[in-house]
């Protein structure tokens, strides 16, 4: 029933404000085009420098910016992720790329610059304590209590004011990337024991794609 609460809340907040982005048309067509003229480059992980402050404003809307989410989207792809901030590949700037579904399986496409995420009122906020993984953390996963519904405000590539609102999954995918360029990783939320569990987890694993080692 929450869900659905947030379902419905999603499509009115769409519906009266203009700048809300419908990220779900020609989803799969948008994510293609970025994907094939971008390059797959090497994921950072927990330890990199990069992963852990807070990332410089995007104040260039340009051919250059276009160019590195089209590299997001490609990297994304060969590591089987959902979304990726431009850190997870070395570069200092606030923007973040995501192809995701939301819990009632629509998929989501899009990129966002400088977000920010609502803060979500009280009696509005319901937590779900969902696993929660990351390309950066290969291998671990944890329970992490986030908030089910989020709106995630910034700039497009124009750089024009841009919202996304998202439930569920979608709604964790927001936050996490948003999280990640403020400088922190979800094992940040983790309790020192969870966290260290997280790390042993990395440790004893493989991650299946390109990363960046550290010094």
Do not use: W
Request: hydrophobic share 35%.
């Amino acid at each position: 029933m929450a869900q659905q609460d947030s379902g419905q809340q999603v499509a009115e907040e769409q519906e009266n404000t203009s700048e809300f982005l419908d990220d779900t048309v020609d989803a799969e067509a948008r994510e293609q085009a970025h994907r094939e003229r971008g390059t797959a480059r090497p994921i950072t992980v927990v330890g990199n420098p990069v992963l852990h402050r807070r990332c410089q404003d995007v104040t260039e809307f340009d051919d250059e910016l276009a160019k590195l989410v089209d590299d997001m989207f490609a990297s994304q792809r060969a590591a089987e992720g959902v979304g990726l901030a431009a850190n997870q590949i070395g570069v200092d700037l606030r923007v973040f790329v995501y192809d995701c579904q939301d819990d009632e399986g629509v998929r989501h496409v899009g990129a966002i610059c400088n977000p920010v995420i609502e803060d979500v009122p009280a009696e509005r906020r319901v937590l779900d304590d969902s696993n929660e993984g990351c390309l950066s953390v290969p291998t671990a996963y944890a329970e992490l209590a986030r908030p089910d519904y989020a709106v995630c405000r910034g700039q497009d590539l124009q750089g024009k004011p841009v919202a996304v609102a998202g439930t569920g999954y979608f709604a964790r995918c927001l936050q996490h990337e948003t999280d990640h360029l403020d400088g922190y990783l979800y094992i940040d939320r983790l309790s020192k024991r969870e966290r260290k569990a997280a790390l042993r987890q990395m440790e004893e694993g493989t991650p299946r794609y390109e990363t960046v080692p550290n010094d």
